[in-house]
């Protein structure tokens, strides 16, 4: 009976250490597929979000909509954007798009008073009846001011064919408002 009784705590035993060992294993796969892939960052999504949401707008011409994905403070700084926003309306021509996965970036700082600003920066393609390269920069998180929170630039650029380069333009970092078709 004792031998039966220790037979059984070490089978249970066993079975607990290989349903542990199982955990630990998935815990490692999950951190190895997080550390081939990236983190998921949820920004991506919204950020593709603010894209399709212009390019949605162009194609309906409604540029009020297209501003309104714009951070307030960008709006202020930016005289000319509601001509640029004319201009993107009379450049941007495709009915239907998909993205290519998008180049982006991340960056976080803190200011003097100890809030932080989180920015954006996203390269990718735009494929449809039209292929274009595109650019943009937002800010995400802005906690000392709020009015920051938007998209700052646009950069867009129509090409012939779906080329694999990304689309940067020298100053791109201090530039405010929508820039089509620049070549530099």
Request: charged residues 25%; negative net charge; hydrophobic residues 45%.
């Amino acid at each position: 009976m004792k031998k039966r009784r220790i037979v059984s705590l070490l089978l249970a035993a066993a079975i607990l250490a290989a349903a542990l060992t199982g955990c630990a294993n998935l815990k490692v796969g999950l951190m190895l597929l997080q550390h081939a892939t990236g983190p998921y960052d949820p920004m991506d999504r919204v950020m593709e979000d603010r894209l399709n949401a212009i390019l949605e707008a162009a194609v309906a011409q409604d540029a009020a909509a297209i501003k309104a994905q714009f951070a307030p403070n960008a709006i202020a700084a930016q005289p000319e954007l509601d001509d640029q926003i004319e201009a993107l309306l009379a450049y941007y021509n495709n009915e239907t798009w998909e993205f290519e996965i998008p180049a982006t970036g991340i960056s976080e700082s803190r200011n003097e008073t100890g809030g932080t600003t989180r920015s954006y920066e996203m390269h990718s393609r735009i494929d449809g009846e039209k292929y274009y390269l595109v650019s943009m920069h937002a800010v995400v998180n802005d906690t000392t001011e709020p009015d920051n929170i938007g998209i700052w630039s646009l950069f867009l650029f129509h090409v012939d064919v779906p080329v694999r380069e990304r689309y940067y333009i020298k100053g791109e970092n201090d530039m405010v408002g929508i820039y089509v078709d620049l070549s530099d």
